[in-house]
C-alpha cells in the first residue's frame, strides 16, 4: 500500500495534473477568502466556507479521474493486481494520495484564519471543526471519483460520472424549494451528505454527521475494492 | 513447483479454458504453444492471480492462488503480454517501485536493482523515461519488473513479441540463463522460441491441451511417418512410377524439375534398411539418385497438425495426427 501511495503522489508531480489542481484550488480560495473576507471586512469565515464548500467539489474529481482508469487503459493494473498487495491495499494507496494532494491544498489554506486572526478573533473550535467537515466530505467526493475511475478505463466517462453524483449531492439540498412532498424532502436531506458537511461547515459538530460522512466514504471505497474482486472473477 | 487441476475458465456462455491440468518441476522450463486465442494468456493470468478461475485452482510452491493469494503471488514474477510499465517514470524509478511493491529490502534495493539492469542489458536507458523508450527495451524492462524481488516462478507471455532478431536472441538467452536457477513457463504462437528453450511444450488449442512433451519427444512421436525427399536424375515418369510401387510409400508429389533433374517428396513407413531398396531399384533402372534426406516434422508442422481442427480431439490430439 505504502508503495502504491507513494508512487501516486508522485504521478501528481510528474504531469502536469498535481499542479492544474493546486493552482485551480489555492487560486479559487484566495479569491473567494479576498472577496468574502477582506474586501467585506467581515470577521468571520462562514461565507467563505460555504462558496468554497459548494464549488471546491469541482475540482476534487481532478484528483480522481485517472487513478484506475488509467491504469486499466496501460494494463498496469496487471503489474498491482499480481503483485503480493492485497485488492484493499492498491485501492486505498490510490485513494490515500489523492486524499493527501487535497490536504496539500487545504493545508495552504490554513494561512486563511491565521490572516483573519489578526484582525479579529477567530472562533477556534468553529474553525476547526469546519475543516473537520472539510477533510470528511473531501474524502467522500474521492472516493465516488475512485469508484467512478474504477468503472471504466475512459477518464473523460469516470470524470462525468463523478460530477453527475457530486452535483446531485449539492442539488439535494436545493430540493427543499421544488420538491412539494415533505416526507420525500426529507429522507433526500437525510441521504444527502451535503447538509450533513454544512453542519459541520457552520461549526455545529455532531458525530453522527461526521460517521455518516466517513461511513460514505468507506463504503464507496468498498465498491471499489469489490469491482475489482468481481472482475476478477470476469 | 506449479500444479494446476482442471482450470476452466467461462465469459458467460464462452468457455475459454476448459479443465486443463498440468505440474511443472521446479528448475524446469515449461513453454506454452498455441494459436491465438487458444487460452495461453488466460492460463497465465489465472495462475498468477490476475484473474480467477470458474473453476479449478493453480498451487505455486504448495500456496493456492485464490486461497493464499500474497504467498502465491510472492513466489511469481510474471510478464504480461504487454508489459505493465508506467511511462512516466524512469526505469530505475520504475524498479525501484516495483521493488517496494514486492517489499525488497531498502538496504538491498540498489544492489538488486543493479543486477537485474546487468541480466537484461537496460543499463544505458536507467535513467530514461520508459515512454521514450522503444519496443525491444520495453520489453526488457517488463522482464527485469518480473525479475525484481528473485521469485522462484517466471512466467513470461509472449516475451519475444515484436522484438528484433537480435533481441529476440538477447532475451532467448536471457530465459535460458534464468531457467537455469528458476521455473519458468514462457508462451508463445512462434514455435522456434518454444522449441529454442523449453524442455517440455504444452500445445494448448481451444482451451484445452492438445498434447504435452519434450520437444524432441514430440518430433519422434508424432513424426513416425517420415517425409523424405529424393532427387533423382532420369526420366520423370519412370522415377514417379518406380517410387509409386514400394509398398509403404506414399504421396510421392514432384517439387522441382531442372533439365534430367527431379525432386520428389513422398512419405514412407520404411526402416533405413528398406530404404536401400529404393537406391538399388533406382540403379537398375540406370537412373542416379542425387539426394535422398529426411525430412522431419518440424515442430511447426507439428503444432499445425495438432491444433487443425483442435476443436474434435479430447485430449491426446495423437489420433488427428
Keep these: 500500500m505504502k508503495a502504491i501511495f507513494k508512487r501516486e503522489l508522485n504521478a501528481y508531480f510528474t504531469s502536469a495534473l498535481g499542479y492544474a489542481y493546486l493552482f485551480l484550488f489555492l487560486v479559487f480560495t484566495g479569491l473567494v477568502f479576498y472577496f ?18 459548494y464549488l471546491s467539489p469541482l475540482l476534487l474529481p481532478l484528483l480522481t479521474v485517472r487513478i484506475f482508469s488509467e491504469d486499466r487503459k496501460l494494463k498496469t493494473d496487471q503489474l498491482l493486481l499480481t503483485a503480493p498487495v492485497s485488492t484493499t491495499g492498491v485501492v486505498l494507496g490510490k485513494f490515500l494520495a489523492a486524499f493527501a494532494m487535497f490536504g496539500i491544498g487545504l493545508a495552504v489554506t490554513i494561512i486563511y484564519p491565521l ?44 470524470a462525468a460520472a463523478t460530477y453527475v453524483v457530486v452535483c446531485a449531492v449539492i442539488a439535494a ?27 459541520l461547515l457552520h461549526g455545529r459538530f455532531n458525530i453522527n454527521d461526521a460517521v455518516y460522512l466517513a461511513s460514505v466514504a468507506g463504503l464507496f471505497l468498498f465498491l471499489t475494492v469489490e469491482t475489482f474482486e468481481k472482475r476478477r472473477l470476469g | 513447483m506449479i500444479t494446476v487441476s482442471n482450470l476452466t475458465k467461462k465469459y458467460g456462455q464462452k468457455t475459454v479454458l476448459d479443465n486443463v491440468s498440468f505440474d511443472v ?3 524446469e522450463i515449461v513453454g506454452f504453444l498455441g494459436p491465438n486465442g487458444a487460452g495461453k494468456s488466460t492460463a497465465m493470468n489465472i495462475i498468477t492471480g490476475y484473474i480467477s478461475a470458474t473453476e479449478g485452482s493453480a498451487q505455486i510452491d504448495g500456496h493456492d492462488i485464490a486461497k493464499e493469494p500474497i504467498e502465491a503471488k510472492k513466489r511469481i514474477g510474471y510478464l504480461p503480454e504487454m508489459p505493465p510499465l508506467y511511462v512516466d517514470m524512469t526505469v530505475r524509478e520504475y524498479l525501484e517501485f516495483v521493488c517496494d511493491l514486492k517489499k525488497v529490502k531498502k538496504a538491498d534495493m540498489k544492489a538488486h536493482i543493479d543486477g537485474i539492469i546487468e541480466t537484461v542489458k537496460i ?68 514455435l522456434s522460441e518454444i522449441s529454442a528453450v523449453a524442455d517440455r511444450v504444452i500445445i494448448i488449442n481451444r482451451g484445452r491441451i492438445a498434447t504435452e512433451d519434450t520437444p524432441a519427444n514430440l518430433q519422434n512421436r508424432l513424426g513416425k511417418s ?60 540406370n537412373m542416379a539418385i542425387i539426394s535422398q534426406q529426411d525430412k522431419r516434422l518440424t515442430l511447426e508442422e507439428i503444432f499445425l497438425s495438432v491444433t487443425d481442427g483442435g476443436g474434435k480431439e479430447s485430449d491426446g490430439g495423437e489420433g488427428d495426427i
Design chain 2, 123 to 190: 543499463s544505458d536507458v536507467e535513467n530514461r523515461r520508459i515512454g521514450n523508450l522503444s519496443k525491444g527495451y520495453k520489453q526488457r524492462v517488463g522482464l527485469a519488473g518480473a525479475l525484481i524481488g528473485d521469485p522462484p516462478v517466471i512466467i513470461l507471455d509472449e516475451p519475444t513479441v515484436g522484438l528484433d532478431p537480435k533481441q529476440i536472441v538477447d532475451v532467448r538467452n536471457i530465459i535460458k540463463k534464468l531457467g537455469e536457477t528458476k521455473t519458468v513457463i514462457l508462451s508463445s504462437h512462434i
Design chain 2, 226 to 285: 517420415h517425409r523424405v525427399q529424393l532427387t533423382v536424375s532420369g526420366d520423370r515418369g519412370k522415377a514417379e512410377n518406380l517410387l509409386k510401387s514400394f509398398d509403404g510409400v506414399s504421396n510421392v508429389v514432384c517439387t522441382s524439375s531442372n533439365g534430367d533433374e527431379h525432386s520428389f517428396e513422398f512419405e514412407t513407413q520404411l526402416s533405413a534398411n528398406d530404404r536401400k531398396k529404393i537406391f538399388f531399384a533406382f540403379a537398375k533402372e
Design chain 1, 173 to 199: 439540498v436545493f430540493a427543499v424549494n421544488i420538491i412539494p412532498n415533505e416526507t420525500i424532502v426529507n429522507i433526500a436531506l437525510w441521504l444527502s451528505p451535503i447538509n450533513r458537511f454544512l453542519n
Design chain 2, 25 to 27: 518441476k521446479e528448475g
Design chain 1, 36 to 53: 468574502t473576507s477582506i474586501q467585506t471586512g467581515l470577521s468571520s469565515l462562514t461565507t467563505y466556507f460555504t462558496v468554497t464548500a
Design chain 1, 115 to 158: 490572516i483573519q486572526s489578526r484582525y479579529g478573533a477567530v472562533p477556534v473550535a468553529e474553525t476547526v471543526c469546519a475543516y473537520i467537515g472539510f477533510i470528511l466530505f473531501a474524502a467522500l467526493i474521492l472516493a465516488v471519483g475512485a469508484f467512478m475511475s474504477s468503472l471504466t478505463e475512459n477518464q473523460i466517462t469516470a
